[in-house]
Structure formats: C-alpha cells, structure tokens
C-alpha cells in the first residue's frame, strides 16, 4: 500500500509569490491534515479536510489556505510569502476522524521563502 | 488547553542500553497519546499510542510506552538501544478541543544512540 505522497519536495519562492503544496493521502484515506514543522515553533496544526471540507483550522492567517478534492487529495496554498514562511510542511492522512485513530505522515514539502 | 512536553532537548544513550524519552502532558478530559519518531529529512512515523487499558503499549521497532495518570507522563522506552534509533522523537496528543485529526506536539527529543 503506497503511503501519503507530497510534492514537491522541495520548494525555493521569493518573497510576495504563492505557493501550492500537494498530498495524496493514503488509498481509502478520507482525512487530511497539514502541519507546520519550523526550528523556532516546532509542529503546528494548519488545518483537517475530510470529504471535501474544512474541518478544522489551527492558528494561522488567511493567506494559509487548503482545499480537498473528491478524490481525497489535498493542495494547500500560501499566498502573499514571507520570511517566516520558511518551513517542513507535512501532510498527514487517516481513515477516520477518531481522536483514537493514528494519522500517517508523507515526507513533507521544504519551502525555502527567499 | 492541551499542551505536551518533553523536558530533554537532547537524550544520548550507549548502543545495547535501555533508552527513555520524556513526555508529560496536560488535557482536559480522557488523554489520547501518541508517540512519532523523524528521521532527517522524513516525515514522522508512528510509533505507537495510548487510548485506555493496559498502561504499557507496545509498539513498532521495539518501543513501548508506559502511561502514567496521576503523573500525567507518557514515557517512551526500549530495553537496548540500537544505532540506527537515532533520530527525533515527538509525543503528541490530540486536541480534543476539536473533533478530528489534530495533535498538539510536543517539541521534540533528540535521541543519540553511540556505538
């Protein structure tokens, strides 16, 4: 069974430019979580998509976005880059929206803000 | 709030002895507790996790887990520790402010296994 896939893998953008991310969840997974990995902030919570909608959203501005595909893809956008922008954005798939079930991780999109 | 720590930036251990990584945490309400490893330039993989029962959890790799209520603590452990465990450890729990897939993570462990 393939795992969760991202891409790209890496990403170097300038300042003021919009990025898109993408994840392919594991066959059969229906929920979607992205995450931001920084040095500074550690793991934060972006936001949970399952069938096609926004489940959740963590602490984040407006220019984070996201959306679900029928399918159970998921793009997740950034609008407008800053600096701090500059992180490992991982993508984490599950079959269920349990607080019990585990999610599986891809390998993540390394966004350079330059 | 739900809020997890893990009071070691840094663990180093012999290859061959038992390791411990910290956890404790703070929720409201029954804990869900998880335990990822990152190895560079990965993701995290899952390593096991706690919902109720058996206060051990055995997990992937060789670890387990003990939970520990009345000190709120979700220990990681392995009796001999191999090189290759080297890596970063996260314990998580979820956020049960919000129904649905989101951990709050801890800020992580390196382990430093030494042959």
């Known amino acids: 069974k393939a795992g969760v896939t991202q891409t790209p893998r890496y990403l170097i953008k300038t300042r003021g430019q919009q990025v898109t991310l993408s994840c392919s969840p594991i066959?059969?997974?229906?929920?979607v979580s992205w995450y931001q990995q920084t040095p500074g902030q550690g793991l934060q919570f972006l936001f949970e998509?399952?069938?096609?909608?926004?489940?959740n959203k963590g602490n984040f501005p407006g220019r984070f976005s996201g959306r679900q595909f029928s399918n159970s893809r998921s793009e997740m956008n950034v609008s407008t880059l800053e600096l701090g922008d500059s992180a490992l954005y991982l993508c984490a798939s599950s079959s269920n929206r349990e607080l019990n079930t585990e999610a599986f991780f891809g390998q993540g999109t390394r966004l350079t803000v330059v | 709030a739900q809020s997890v720590a893990q009071p070691e930036d840094q663990v180093n251990v012999a290859e061959g002895n038992p390791l411990t990584v910290k956890c404790t945490y703070s929720v409201s309400g029954n804990p869900y507790l998880f335990w990822y490893v990152q190895y560079p330039n990965r993701g995290l993989q899952f390593l096991l996790k706690?919902?109720?029962?058996?206060?051990l959890v055995k997990g992937s790799y060789g670890f387990e887990a003990e939970f520990n209520k009345s000190q709120t603590s979700f220990h990681l452990k392995k009796p001999s520790a191999l090189v290759s465990d080297s890596a970063l450890y996260f314990c998580?729990?979820?956020?049960?402010?919000?129904?649905?897939?989101?951990?709050?993570f801890g800020p992580g462990t390196r382990l430093s296994v030494l042959p």
């Open positions: 706690y919902i109720t029962g058996d206060n």
């Open positions: 998580a729990v979820r956020d049960v402010r919000y129904y649905g897939q989101n951990f709050v």
């Open positions: 066959s059969g997974h229906r929920s």
């Open positions: 998509y399952f069938s096609e909608t926004q489940r």
